[in-house]
Each structure stands twice: as C-alpha cells, then as structure tokens.
C-alpha cells in the first residue's frame, strides 16, 4: 500500500512538473504576455504550441520543439501555452485549440491568421516548416537592368545586396530582412549574365561563399563589402 502511495506521488510529480523551464529557448508565455510578444510585432516570426503538462504526446513533443527552436535561435521565436492553466484558456479558446498538442505559426503579428502546422512531431520536420512561414521580404534582383531599379527604391535606406551561387533565399537572411524593414534587402544569382555586376563589385575568381554588400545612395560607387562568414 506504501509502495503504491509512493509511485502514485511520483507520478502525479512528473505529470503535473513543467514542459519548459527558463533555460530553455522555448519561452513559456501566459494570457498576460502573450499579445505582447507574439502580436504586436508584425515582423517577427513566432511558433507557438499549445499543450497540457499531462498529455503523454505532449512530453514526447518537447524534446523535438526545443531542438527546433534552437536551430532557429534568432531566426524564429519558439512560444509554450499551458492551456490546462486556467490563466490561460482564453488564448486557446480563442484559437481554437481543442486537442493536444496543438502548434501554429504567427508571421505577421494581428495582420493574419496563425497557420496550423499538421506535419510530423520531429525537430528536422518542425524547423523546416517553421522557417518557411518566415515571410519573405527579400527582392530577387534578376540581371544587372533590374540591378539599379531595384537600388532607386528607397535610397534614403540601405541596401543589402547578397551575391551568391544559391538560387534560393536562405532562412538567416529572409529573417534579417524582416529584423531590419528600415533597410532593403536583394539577392542575385551569380550567372554569366550577371558577369558586369560581379566585376562591378569587385568580384574575381569562382565564387565560393556568398558575397554580401551595403549600398548607400543608390549607387554601386558607395559599395561596402561584408568581410565576415556567410553561408
């Protein structure tokens, strides 16, 4: 019977204890702080997940989220709701949330609906979905005539331009541009086509990483090249 009490106890202990703990890069946000840091900026990409300290799939989700949220630290904040918190079961109802665990991406502050992610409970599965919902405000600047539109936009506000070999848009600069809207960001696939560019940058030789620059004024005269790793 004592045996039993004690088991009972310690069960009761590792059901109720906390998913997340200050340590970890998955913040933990209640009804009073929520707003504050997933809604009122609309250029911050937040994930959020909704769960119950006592659901089994619950626990079985943390290790995976955290190591999601640590391969978009500074690229995607990471959220936890406790909805068996009676604090907070406004914020579920009000999203919704009626089974466990329950995870959705919010990109644009109150301007849009949370996305509902529906893919496998794995760290791999969670942080490629969750840096594709990063919106992305980086111009693709095609050849070197779509080159000086592109610097006339805004030329009060810098501009990034990267250089590269890739013909995709990296998950670190979509979440830069959204980090720093004052400035504009580009990339341009390093082709044939665009050989006068790269000469005009001051580019020589087979390009091995992506090249980045700031550009003032709307001019490739006032081009500072980043001298730091890029991938």
Not at 118 to 133: M, V, Y
Not at 186 to 204: C, F, H, P, Q, Y
Request: hydrophobic share 35%; aromatic share 10%; glycine share 6%.
């Amino acid at each position: 019977m004592k045996l039993t009490l004690i088991l009972s106890a310690f069960y009761l202990s590792v059901a109720h204890a906390a998913l997340f703990t200050a340590k970890d890069q998955v913040k933990t946000l209640d009804n009073a702080s929520f707003d504050k840091h997933v809604l009122e900026n609309p250029y911050s990409t937040s994930v959020v997940s909704f769960t119950a300290d006592w659901c089994g799939h619950c626990r079985n989700l943390v290790p995976e989220y955290k190591s999601a949220a640590k391969s978009l630290s500074g690229m995607v904040n990471f959220f936890n709701v406790d909805c068996d918190s009676d604090i907070n079961r406004p914020i579920c109802s009000r999203y919704g949330v009626r089974g466990f665990p329950t995870v959705k991406a919010f990109t644009r502050g109150r301007k849009a609906p949370p996305k509902d992610y529906n893919g496998e409970r794995k760290a791999n599965a969670i942080s490629e979905w969750a840096g594709n919902q990063i919106r992305n405000l980086v111009t693709r600047v095609s050849d070197n005539e779509a080159l000086q539109p592109w610097l006339d936009t805004e030329k009060q506000a810098p501009h990034i331009l990267v250089y590269t070999n890739k013909a995709t848009t990296s998950t670190l600069l979509k979440a830069l541009a959204l980090k720093y809207p004052g400035a504009k960001f580009g990339i341009m696939k390093a082709t044939s086509r665009n050989k006068d560019v790269k000469k005009e940058l001051g580019l020589t030789g087979e390009l091995t990483s992506p090249a980045v620059f700031l550009i003032r004024g709307g001019s490739l005269e006032t081009t500072e090249k980043y001298e730091g790793l890029c991938s």
